[in-house]
């Protein structure tokens, strides 16, 4: 392991104990045990159109041992903190899950969660008034990273030392997978003209077996879906360190453009991190709704619940711009959604050989 990382542990663990000292201080002088947090609820979610990101408003809330259940959330954030100082100290790591698992061996039986959502909940609390990320307190989740594939050279930290890995050239087609810490990454050369997030798996293996990645200098990150916060944060990492553009192509339906909204602007679950996370530079490929109607995309009807999202969208800030309401009234009035792989309707190459091109030359991208 680098000095670096080596630093950035004690670093870590120096400011969980803290927080472990802070109750003791409460302690001696005579006080009840306490620690204020924001109201982690959405009427307490606030987009702040400056930094254009999902931030925490000005309303607090205090766990305190002055009742029975604050007195048990305070005495599992003990045990929980000395887990983790402890595991930053023997530079092991832990899951979320695990972690739920663990403290059933914990001597206080007061101090075991009752369940997963319990110690998930906890792990948040711990970032949020520590400034610790979870990632930093080596704490990984279920499912592993996304990959990336494109001409780009990086160094990385393993448990076997230092690796350098070219992204094209030292991988398989399944790319590279993005490691649960991003910044322990350093980039080191690239050949990148922007960067394509993807949202399926299916249309990821276009792009890479159509050749897109070399062809145009495209980094291709693959989201997975709504994307962990591993593959936010290497994407914004990409923009901010590299000065790369960042490019989302979704399917086109509303639960998509909340995959694009939590690359650009952050997601609510994750408000004390967007500054850490989002990418408000982020900028929207398709498919749009305009695009079912001028390629005759195979479709399927919006459903109640795409209709009720999409009205919800129309109030969001992340959506109230011209370019959102247009697109997002347009498919109320067409009650239609189509995937990614609607455009293999016009054979496997439009997307690579048309679409994409067409559509990066009139965003300015090409």
């Given at each position: 392991m680098s000095s670096q990382t080596d630093t950035k542990d004690a670093q870590a663990r120096e400011q969980?104990?803290?927080?472990?000292?802070?109750?003791?201080?409460?302690?001696?002088?005579?006080?009840?045990?306490?620690?204020?947090?924001?109201?982690?609820?959405?009427?307490?979610?606030?987009?702040?159109?400056?930094?254009?990101?999902?931030?925490?408003?000005?309303?607090?809330?205090?766990?305190?041992?002055?009742?029975?259940?604050?007195?048990?959330?305070?005495?599992?954030?003990?045990?929980?903190?000395?887990?983790?100082?402890?595991?930053?100290?023997?530079d092991r790591s832990s899951t979320l899950r695990e972690l739920y698992y663990l403290s059933e061996s914990w001597d206080n039986e007061e101090a075991q969660f009752n369940g997963q959502d319990e110690s998930n909940s906890l792990v948040e609390d711990l970032e949020i008034v520590t400034g610790v990320t979870r990632e930093d307190m080596h704490m990984r989740p279920e499912e592993s990273g996304a990959t990336l594939m494109g001409p780009l050279e990086l160094r990385e930290q393993t448990r076997r030392g230092e690796r350098e890995i070219h992204c094209q050239l030292d991988v398989g087609e399944g790319g590279y997978q993005i490691p649960n810490n991003p910044d322990t990454i350093e980039f080191l050369d690239h050949d990148i003209d922007f960067v394509m997030c993807v949202e399926t798996g299916g249309m990821r293996d276009r792009l890479i077996e159509n050749g897109?990645?070399?062809?145009?200098?495209?980094?291709?990150?693959?989201?997975?879906?709504?994307?962990a916060r591993a593959t936010r944060r290497i994407t914004k990492r990409l923009h901010d360190d590299l000065d790369l553009p960042v490019l989302v192509f979704c399917d086109g339906d509303p639960w998509s453009y909340r995959i694009?909204?939590?690359?650009?602007?952050?997601?609510?679950?994750?408000?004390?991190?967007?500054?850490y996370l989002a990418t408000p530079e982020a900028r929207y490929v398709g498919i749009r709704p305009q695009d079912i109607v001028d390629y005759d995309l195979p479709t399927d009807p919006l459903a109640d619940s795409d209709i009720n999202a999409l009205e919800s969208e129309l109030s969001d800030p992340r959506f109230q711009t011209d370019f959102w309401e247009e697109q997002i009234e347009l498919q109320l009035d067409i009650e239609k959604k189509a995937e990614q792989q609607a455009l293999a309707s016009r054979g496997l190459d439009f997307v690579t050989d048309t679409y994409l091109p067409e559509r990066l030359e009139e965003m300015g991208v090409l």
């Open positions: 969980l104990v803290e927080l472990a000292a802070e109750f003791y201080d409460q302690f001696v002088a005579g006080e009840i045990p306490h620690m204020e947090l924001p109201t982690r609820t959405k009427s307490n979610i606030e987009y702040d159109p400056e930094k254009k990101v999902w931030v925490y408003g000005d309303r607090t809330s205090t766990r305190s041992a002055n009742s029975v259940g604050g007195a048990r959330k305070l005495l599992k954030a003990a045990y929980t903190v000395e887990f983790l100082a402890n595991q930053l100290d023997e897109f990645d070399d062809e145009y200098n495209c980094l291709i990150v693959h989201l997975k879906g709504q994307p694009y909204g939590s690359v650009a602007y952050g997601s609510i679950k994750s408000a004390h991190l967007s500054e």
